[in-house]
């Protein structure tokens, strides 16, 4: 944290810079109508919009746990647990890791807050890579919760899948 004031003044300055931001991205979701969307074919609550991150996400994430020739049908079986888990959220929950999703699919915010300026489909895997440490190490805490959120949706959704237990040695809950 060197570099990060730690005064009364370097607070608030961090306090409105979060305020402003949600601010901002709240007003531009609402204003886009993304917070309206309805859920996207097959999906309960992942939108149309959530899933060109998603889809970017995942692979990235899941990097060496899965083979590359299997990791379409990944994709789509971890989208599918992700959603399914989403629907166990309480609603509020659930509202707020839509509204992060948002936040994160509008260009007004997507660009300044991640360093990925165009569509999430024509970003790198060490774009990604990049912008995921940034949050990780970010010094507002909104960022590092962001950055938790992802990482523990996707790695639920995929560790709770069966074809996911083979690779990390699990066999799988006993029979009952």
């Known amino acids: ?18 305020g402003a931001l949600l601010a901002t991205s709240g007003l531009a979701a609402s204003l886009s109508g993304c917070s309206r969307e309805l859920a996207a074919a097959n999906f309960s609550l992942l939108r149309p919009s959530d ?3 998603l889809r970017r996400l995942i692979p990235v994430l899941l990097t060496g746990a899965v083979a590359a020739p299997d990791a379409p049908a990944v ?8 959603d399914r888990n989403l629907q166990q959220l309480s609603p ?4 707020q890791v839509l509204q992060l999703f948002d ?4 260009p007004l915010t997507r660009g ?6 165009g569509s999430w489909d024509a970003s790198s895997d060490q ?50």
Not at 8 to 15: E, K, T
Not at 103 to 106: V, Y
Not at 112 to 117: N, R, Y
Not at 143 to 152: D, K, P, S, T
């Open 112 to 117: 300044p807050l991640t360093g990925i300026w």
């Open 1 to 18: 944290m060197s570099g990060l004031p730690l005064n009364r003044r370097g607070l608030l300055r961090i306090g409105l810079l979060g």
């Open 92 to 95: 509020a929950l659930a509202a």
């Open 75 to 82: 994709v789509e079986g971890t989208l599918s647990s992700l």
């Open 51 to 53: 899933l060109p991150l």
């Open 103 to 106: 936040l994160l699919s509008l």
């Open 127 to 176: 774009a990604m890579q990049d912008f995921l440490q940034r949050w990780q190490n970010a010094p507002l805490a909104l960022l590092r919760q962001g950055h938790a959120v992802l990482l523990q949706l996707v790695l639920m959704a995929w560790y709770g899948r069966p074809e996911a237990w083979a690779h990390c040695g699990y066999p799988g809950p006993p029979t009952v």
